[in-house]
Nanobody, 128 residues
């Protein structure tokens, strides 16, 4: 059974920080690359950050500009996204994703089509 369950979303003021968590089933987590995506009210779902199995490599969307950090806890099958200096432009539903390692993922680790497994999302709302 594959499952991904996100938590940590909240409504906060600009300049604040949040930590998102994604608890995965072993089948979704083990040996799989993982990522965070987000989708605003009128936007396409976009890749925010990705991390390889074993945490050796990470990728970030240009708009993140060093404000976010993706990490994973292999002992607890948990993926994290630490978000700092949040602004209204970061308001979105944030989704956790995972996938078996494929050539598609190696080419485009921040592309939606590279992931098979998805969580239900957690809402982040940033106000001025």
């Amino acid at each position: 059974q594959v499952s991904l369950v996100e938590s940590g979303g909240d409504s906060i003021q600009a300049g604040g920080s949040l930590r998102l968590s994604c608890v995965a089933s072993e089948s979704a987590y083990k040996d799989n690359p993982m990522a965070w995506f987000r989708q605003g009210a009128e936007n396409e779902r976009e890749g925010v950050a990705a991390i390889s199995a074993g945490s050796s490599t990470t990728w970030y969307h240009d708009s993140i500009q060093g404000r976010f950090i993706i990490s994973r806890d292999d002992a607890n099958f948990t993926l994290y996204l630490d978000m700092n200096r949040l602004g209204p432009e970061d308001t979105a539903m944030y989704y956790c994703a995972a996938s078996p390692l494929t050539m598609a993922w190696l080419r485009k680790p921040l592309d939606r089509s590279s992931y098979n497994y998805w969580g239900q999302g957690t809402q982040v709302t940033v106000s001025t």
